[in-house]
């Protein structure tokens, strides 16, 4: 063989060997995970804001030890996880998710990391129930994150619930008293009822709170995994497994106060035996919407029957009334254009109670539009209503007409063809806008869908059949607008 070719040879090998098999190794694994999860799981460090600390954040760091590659979070609301996971955003998901047959209709899961329990909190001062079968028949309202374990619980025996997508609303609204009690998988409720001050991060926001009977329905936290990914499956539960058996995961736990007898439960359970659940049928999943859209149309005709009157009231203003009043219109117009409706609704909600006004989600959620969405129609009623000639006023005003007389039965009147199309626009922008609503626990037809294809799947049907609700009840809005401007139309 001749020198030029065994160089050629050479650089072969030196350019294509090296390059597959050890850049597959060495690539990093993708985990989802909510990183405003909450304490004790994954949440953001005092110290140094830019990180995320929790003892599955430690976890995750001892598997990538185990894995021998690095392992990257990618941020994912806790609800879509499993969604996101079998879209394929990430390689696996690690955030306090529950081997639940819901979720393994969805997901592989690993062998468990942790063993929950659930608890009852309410009010140190509130002895009326010591378990759920006495808030059940009190009529009792309990609150939990939608779509987890205790919400389950809750629904299968009948009682009254509040949903929220995160930790704090539930306690909030126990501690101002708008619910009776709330149920949290065992490491929340110690996080944050709790009295030991040894315990680091636990939280003192809400004092006065107390466990209530003893803990219940027993469940476990596991890694999940695309369906089809038997390997990565594998490969995870051996390197979890590596960790349970060296003690490294019962060092983690202890650190964070989370381990107890229970958790020797991890050494000798391999599988669950927990097996996945089939899906909602159609007609099940149909009816529990059409109840969630009435609730939509409640928001939507309070919310825009409110924004149609105080709307009004400020163009006028603005047009119409002395100085001072006029810059304070224009100031309320700047202000709810100018900030989200949900962060509207969120301080409605939460932050009125500081100044000692509580209100209820559903009044909560029509303020928040109305006031919102009034901005909007004042200066849709203020373009339309200079839009009519000023010779009108004029030839009001010679026939002896006032002022007040002429704008209610002359420039109104007109200036409804104008008015009357982006009106309708808003209406119909409202009905779509009203799943903001869902972080004041409100379950209207939006959150009702996320917690049917959560718990249940079927992403298309239930998404097909939600899709369907909403033009039922948008499509005939723009029918009704054409059909009036047509009779209130120039003949």
């Known amino acids: 063989m001749d020198k030029p070719l065994r160089l050629f040879l050479l650089a072969t090998l030196l350019f294509t060997a ?23 799981y994954l949440f953001g460090s ?50 306090g998710l529950e081997i639940s047959p819901m979720n393994l209709r969805q997901a592989t899961f690993t062998r468990p990391y942790y063993i929950y329990q659930l608890q009852l909190i309410g009010r140190a001062d509130d002895n009326r129930f010591t378990s759920l079968d006495d808030c059940k028949s009190m009529d009792l309202t309990v609150s939990t994150l939608g779509g987890s374990s205790a919400w389950r619980l809750l629904q299968e025996k009948g009682i009254k619930t509040a949903s929220y997508t995160d930790q704090e609303g539930p306690f909030k609204v126990l501690i101002e008293k708008r619910v ?19 315990i680091a991060h636990r939280k003192k926001d809400y004092p006065g709170l107390k466990f209530v009977g003893t803990p219940m329905a027993a469940g476990y936290y596991g890694i999940a995994v695309k369906k089809d990914n038997h390997a990565l499956a594998k490969e995870l539960d051996d390197a979890l497994g590596r960790i349970i058996e060296s003690g490294e995961l019962k060092q983690i736990l202890t650190d964070w106060h989370l381990w107890s007898p229970d958790q020797y439960g991890l050494y000798t359970t391999l599988d669950t035996g ?5 899906g909602m049928p159609w007609w099940q999943a149909l009816v529990l919407l059409l109840l969630a859209s009435v609730e939509t149309i409640r928001i939507s005709l309070g919310g825009m029957a409110m924004a149609v009157a105080l709307g009004l009231v400020i163009a006028t203003t603005r047009l119409y009334a002395p100085l001072p009043f006029r810059w304070l219109a224009i100031a309320y117009v700047e202000f709810f254009r100018g900030i989200p409706v949900l962060l509207l609704i969120y301080f409605l909600f939460f932050g009125l109670p500081a100044m000692g006004i509580k209100l209820d989600p559903l009044h909560a959620a029509i303020l928040g539009f109305g006031l919102n969405y009034a901005a909007y129609e004042a200066e849709i009623y203020r373009n339309g209503i200079q839009s009519i000639p000023i010779g009108q006023w004029e030839a009001a005003a010679s026939l002896g007409m006032s002022p007040f007389l002429t704008f209610r039965r002359i420039i109104f009147p007109q200036s409804i063809r104008t008015i009357l199309p982006p009106m309708t626009n808003d209406f119909i922008a409202l009905f779509k806008d009203t799943s903001v609503v869902s972080v004041v626990s409100v379950i209207e037809l939006s959150k009702e869908y996320q917690i049917l294809t959560k718990t249940y799947g079927g992403f298309l049907q239930i998404g097909l059949m939600t899709a369907g609700l909403y033009l039922v009840m948008s499509v005939p809005l723009g029918y009704l607008s054409r059909y009036l401007e047509k009779r209130w139309g120039v003949k």
């Open 18 to 40: 090296p390059s597959s098999l050890p850049a597959q190794e060495k690539r990093p694994l993708v985990c989802g995970a909510d990183l405003e999860g909450g304490v004790p």
């Open 46 to 95: 005092k110290d140094d804001p830019e990180s995320q600390i929790g003892f599955e954040v430690d976890l995750m760091n001892a598997l990538a030890r185990q894995l021998g590659r690095p392992i990257t979070r990618r941020h994912t609301e806790f609800d879509t996880l499993i969604p996101a996971l079998d879209r394929g955003d990430f390689d696996f998901a690690l955030n």
């Open 180 to 198: 009776d009690a709330v149920l949290f998988d065992s490491p929340i409720a110690l996080y944050y009822v709790a009295p030991d001050d040894r």
């Open 274 to 278: 927990i097996q996945p659940e089939g």
